[in-house]
């Protein structure tokens, strides 16, 4: 089955940097990658995906790149803020899979003001 | 965006009972509605696909007659845990995707099951 890294584990940033997180899968039917947004007690949210066909998707200050050949994904979070800590999970999908998503293990953002 | 709704958000329970958490979707049709679990600092790991209409589909290593699934209807998905014992105690959360393909997946804001 899919094998999703995700590094680092945590990451601390000051505030106004850049934070950048890797993910790398085995599977290489996978063609979505979402990345979702955990607050402490709160559910997973969406906050950027991307297809196979596309290398990278740009949304304000969070940005995704996509290298299927390699395969690996990064989500890039530019000119951090307090309110972006939070722990960040990558995901797969594969329509041969059922569609199920399969994640990474998580990396906790600390944005020190 | 779409709204899953899961109940209780926190529960409770005796060791040797039972539990079950409902996660609902509230403005959209769901066919398939999947079950995690979350331990705490750790990712979502993935216990089953929840089918409507027919069986769930088990994560391997998951006890399917431990963690009891029905999906009877396209805006319900029910998890039962059977005779709970404190290692059961987690999060577990619930999320669907509307329409078919890959796309957003909505999660339920997740049930704290605590087992004494």
């Known amino acids: 089955g899919e094998n999703v890294e995700q590094h680092p584990s945590t990451l601390s940033v000051q505030e106004g940097d850049s934070a950048v997180i890797k993910c790398t899968y085995s599977?290489?039917?996978?063609?979505?990658f979402p990345w979702y947004k955990q607050e402490l007690g709160k559910r997973p949210q969406l906050i950027i995906d991307?297809?196979?066909?596309?290398g990278e998707k740009k949304d304000q200050r969070i940005a995704v790149t996509l290298n299927k050949t390699a395969k690996h994904f990064s989500l890039h979070i530019t000119e951090t803020q307090p309110e972006d800590s939070a722990v960040y999970f990558c995901?797969?999908?594969?329509?041969?899979?059922?569609?199920?998503?399969?994640f990474g293990g998580g990396t906790r953002v600390l944005v020190k003001p | 965006g779409a709204v899953v709704s899961q109940h209780p958000s926190r529960v409770i329970c005796k060791s040797g009972t039972s539990v079950k958490i409902e996660c609902r979707s509230l403005?959209?049709?769901?066919?398939?509605m999947f079950w995690y679990r979350q331990f705490p600092k750790q990712s979502l790991m993935l216990m089953a696909t929840?089918?409507?209409?027919?069986?769930?589909?088990?994560e391997q290593g998951v006890e399917k007659d431990k963690f009891l699934i029905n999906h009877a209807s396209l805006t319900l998905s029910t998890l039962t845990v059977t005779s709970a014992h404190p290692e059961d105690s987690s999060f577990y959360i619930c999320?669907?995707?509307?329409?078919?393909?890959?796309?957003?997946?909505?999660f339920g804001q997740g049930t704290r099951l605590t087992v004494v």
């Open positions: 999320s669907a995707r509307q329409g078919g393909g890959n796309t957003e997946a909505f």
């Open positions: 599977d290489s039917a996978s063609n979505y």
């Open positions: 991307i297809r196979s066909n596309v």
């Open positions: 995901a797969t999908g594969a329509k041969a899979a059922g569609n199920k998503l399969t």
């Open positions: 403005d959209f049709q769901a066919t398939t």
């Open positions: 929840s089918n409507e209409g027919s069986k769930a589909t088990y």
